[in-house]
Each structure stands twice: as C-alpha cells, then as structure tokens.
C-alpha cells in the first residue's frame, strides 16, 4: 500500500504541470456547471478564484509547450503556474472562513442599505430589482465542506507539490 501511494506520488510530482492543468480546468468547469446549470450564482469572493484558475490554465498550458523548445524560459511559466495557485489558495481560503464565519468578508458581500435618506419604499424597489450572493452563505457543500473549502485543499495540495517541483528545477 505504501509503495503504490509512493508510486502515484511521485508519477503525480513528474506531471504536476499537467496535474495543475487538467485539476484547474476541472474545478473551473465545475465553477460554471454549478453557475449555469444548477443555478448558483457566485459571489464576489468567487470572481478571484476562477481568474487564478484561468491564469493557472494559461501558464501552465505555455509551460507544457516551451518544456522543450525553450527550457530556459518554460521554468518561468512553471513559476507563474505556481504564483497563480497562490493567489487561489489565499482567496479560496478566505472566503472559506467568511463561509464558517471565522472573520468578516468585504462589505460587497453583505447587503447595505442605501443611506439615511432612502425611503423604505425605494429601498425595497432597489432590493427587488437586484440579484445578490452573500459570500458568508454555504449554497452547497459535501462532507461539510464547501467549494471555496474544496478549492483550497486541492489549491493547496498542488501549490505545494508545485513549489517543490520548481523547487527541484532550479536546483538543476
């Protein structure tokens, strides 16, 4: 058992630029299943995290292809690969505590009223006219966590084996 999960370690470790890819790609097209088909809508703590996803799929998809035609330059898409997971492990892990109410998100995701001279009448206009996402709200979770929970575990993993991979790179 230790040997096969030592084997599928360091097969992942060898491909993690295509690892990285195919998971960004994966987690994205989930991102918008769950938009488009099921419906939930993300919140402006989501936003981020699809650009590092998007980011992530468009360095790592320059590094595959410079890997051998240009192995001076493909280690710098390979670090951009690794900045970009970075940016996904801090905001997904963000708006995962905002989920579990551990610290307070920005104030574009809670709903304010208008100011002391709006009627009732017009904020209640205002309020049936807008589509609002809480990012403190869980729409969906599995085993008690939720994407933004999923995304920073699997961000996280892979970020890690990145940095060691870039690591060993440039150690070469």
Wanted: neutral net charge; proline residues 3%; contains cysteine.
């Amino acid at each position: 058992m230790i040997s096969q999960l030592k084997s599928l370690w360091n097969f992942a470790f060898q491909h993690i630029l295509e690892l990285s890819l195919v998971a960004s790609v994966l987690m994205l097209g989930g991102a918008y299943g769950f938009e488009y088909i099921g419906g939930l809508y993300p919140c402006d703590l989501c936003w981020p995290q699809r650009y590092a996803h998007m980011a992530v799929i468009i360095f790592a998809s320059f590094a595959l292809f410079l890997r051998k035609k240009a192995p001076d330059k493909w280690i710098r898409f390979k670090i951009m690969t690794l900045f970009s997971y970075a940016v996904s492990v801090g905001y997904s892990g963000y708006h995962a505590g905002v989920e579990q109410k551990w610290w307070e998100g920005p104030d574009s995701c809670t709903l304010q009223a208008g100011g002391d001279n709006m009627s009732a009448e017009q904020f209640f206009q205002d309020l049936g006219s807008v589509t609002f996402v809480r990012c403190d709200d869980i729409p969906w979770d599995l085993f008690g966590i939720s994407m933004a929970g999923y995304n920073f575990l699997i961000s996280l993993i892979l970020f890690i084996m990145l940095f060691l991979s870039v690591k060993q790179d440039l150690r070469r």
